[in-house]
């Protein structure tokens, strides 16, 4: 695959991806478990919108920043954020989180941020 500047020349070539160890600055801390990025879905249990509010809220966003991000409503992002705490069965984000960390749910990458794009320098 051709790697292109932002002028549309092309000033190299990608040949293949190995996949990628995830390492943050909590492995360091509380010694959670590596694992392997993915943008296979780890489970059915939410819709495509919930699994993209989820992986935000695994970064550790708050609400308003996911609403922001996506360019939807805060009622929009609660409303996806209590469907997942529902079918989870958990009363909290941070239930939640520790909910999907077991599950290594952190690893996956939805559809809407893993698209292939070019790297401009």
């Given at each position: 695959m051709p790697y292109y500047?932002?002028?549309?020349?092309i000033c190299g070539v990608i040949s293949h991806i190995k996949p990628l160890n995830a390492?943050?600055?909590?492995?360091?801390?509380?010694?959670?478990?590596?694992?392997?990025?993915?943008t296979i879905c780890p489970s059915d249990i939410?819709?495509?919108?919930?699994?993209?509010v989820a992986f935000l809220l695994l970064q550790g966003l708050a609400e308003k920043e996911v609403a922001n991000i996506l360019n939807r409503t805060l009622r929009t992002v609660k409303f996806h954020k209590s469907?997942?705490?529902?079918?989870?069965?958990?009363?909290?984000?941070?239930?939640f989180i520790l909910f999907a960390r077991a599950r290594q749910w952190q690893f996956y990458i939805?559809?809407?941020?893993?698209?292939p794009c070019y790297i401009i320098r």
């Amino acid at each position: 695959m051709p790697y292109y500047d932002k002028h549309a020349n092309i000033c190299g070539v990608i040949s293949h991806i190995k996949p990628l160890n995830a390492v943050t600055p909590r492995f360091f801390v509380s010694r959670d478990d590596m694992g392997k990025l993915t943008t296979i879905c780890p489970s059915d249990i939410f819709s495509e919108k919930e699994w993209v509010v989820a992986f935000l809220l695994l970064q550790g966003l708050a609400e308003k920043e996911v609403a922001n991000i996506l360019n939807r409503t805060l009622r929009t992002v609660k409303f996806h954020k209590s469907n997942i705490l529902a079918k989870t069965q958990c009363e909290t984000t941070k239930e939640f989180i520790l909910f999907a960390r077991a599950r290594q749910w952190q690893f996956y990458i939805p559809p809407l941020f893993s698209k292939p794009c070019y790297i401009i320098r």
